[in-house]
């Protein structure tokens, strides 16, 4: 590498380190734990990640979602496309999001293929689409989470079916808590996550006014059963640490812990869930991050166990 390339690399992985930090505290203090080299191309994964996110709701960094513009999706989404199946075809341009996407691409082969399934869940927001069951959530969890995992554990070394499989369990149980953790902010801009047929058993409504504070019994009844039901992915995940490196295996038991308690925390408020955002304090994440050392430890002389075949399978 010369010492040009070493400088522009330097310069994506600060970008990427930034938009992390910023986005989000819990995936940052995870991150830290890989091993370097690991650490620039999740760093640079999870910018272009967050970039898209932002471009289709109109925010910055995670930041505003309530008054973001989002009037001309469709057109913003095709521009994504556009940009990111130049990055993966060699051609990122200038921009640090895409140029560090390529960067990725180019270290560690992931298909193209994966990115498109990203954007897909975007144009699912996009389209205001609506989710009739909880098999219908899932396929959303997928594209914008579940594949996010998939295309790490390729970042961090590993393509076999069965590790790429239990990442993917891990972001449908992230995302799950997302669902959540944000179904207020969600609803009051119209998106709505939760199955429809959870909803009509609680006799909530499936548009805006589910955001209405006379629905915070019933809206947690809703949460909590979700919750719920990210418990067996998160359960699931652990079997993919026996074939991740160890501070690979530490990071991302990390990341599990961190998140696992954010869903917990939604579920022990009830009603009230929803008056401040759940979070992990600095000791909290100090905890997990101990916590998670142990875990990864133990899986050295761990083998995995079988996936269970009720969880959601992923595209092949």
Same mark, same amino acid.
Request: aromatic share 6%.
């Given at each position: ?10 310069r994506l992985v600060a970008h990427?380190?930034?938009?992390? $930090? ?9 991150? &830290? ?35 973001? %513009? ?36 180019? $270290? ?14 975007f144009a699912m927001d996009v389209?205001?689409? &609506? ?49 959540? &953790? ?42 909590? &059963?979700l919750v719920q039901t990210a ?50 304090? $600095? ?26 075949? %009720? ?6």
């Amino acid at each position: 590498m010369t010492a040009a390339q070493a400088t522009g690399d330097a310069r994506l992985v600060a970008h990427g380190t930034a938009a992390i $930090r910023t986005g989000s505290q819990s995936f940052a203090a995870a991150a &830290r734990l890989f091993a370097p080299e690991v650490r620039e191309s999740a760093v640079m994964l999870y910018a272009w990640c967050r970039h898209c996110d932002d471009v289709v709701d109109g925010q910055v960094l995670g930041h505003g979602q309530r008054s973001g %513009q989002r009037g001309d999706g469709a057109a913003r989404l095709a521009q994504l496309r556009a940009a990111t199946r130049r990055a993966c075809a060699g051609q990122p341009g200038d921009d640090p999001v895409f140029a560090g996407l390529a960067e990725v691409v180019r $270290r560690h082969r992931i298909d193209a293929v994966y990115f498109e399934h990203h954007l897909d869940g975007f144009a699912m927001d996009v389209a205001d689409q &609506r989710y009739a069951t909880l098999d219908d959530t899932l396929a959303y969890c997928w594209r914008v989470a579940g594949v996010v995992g998939v295309m790490m554990a390729q970042v961090m070394g590993r393509s076999d079916a069965a590790t790429l499989d239990r990442a993917c369990d891990l972001g449908m149980a992230f995302q799950l808590t997302n669902i959540a &953790r944000d179904v207020v902010e969600d609803a009051a801009i119209g998106r709505i996550y939760l199955p429809a047929d959870w909803l009509a058993a609680e006799g909530l409504p499936a548009d805006a006014a589910l955001a209405e504070p006379r629905h915070r019994d019933a809206l947690a009844r809703v949460a909590r &059963r979700l919750v719920q039901t990210a418990e067996p992915y998160y359960d699931a995940a652990l079997g993919g640490l026996p074939a991740l490196p160890l501070r690979s295996a530490w990071s991302i038991a990390t990341a599990r812990s961190v998140y696992r308690a954010i869903g917990r925390k939604v579920q022990a408020r009830g009603a009230a869930a929803w008056d401040r955002r759940a979070r992990t304090s $600095r000791a909290e994440k100090l905890v997990s991050v101990a916590g998670a050392a142990g875990q990864a430890l133990a899986s050295r002389l761990r083998r995995p166990q079988p996936r269970g075949a %009720q969880l959601f399978q992923r595209p092949a």
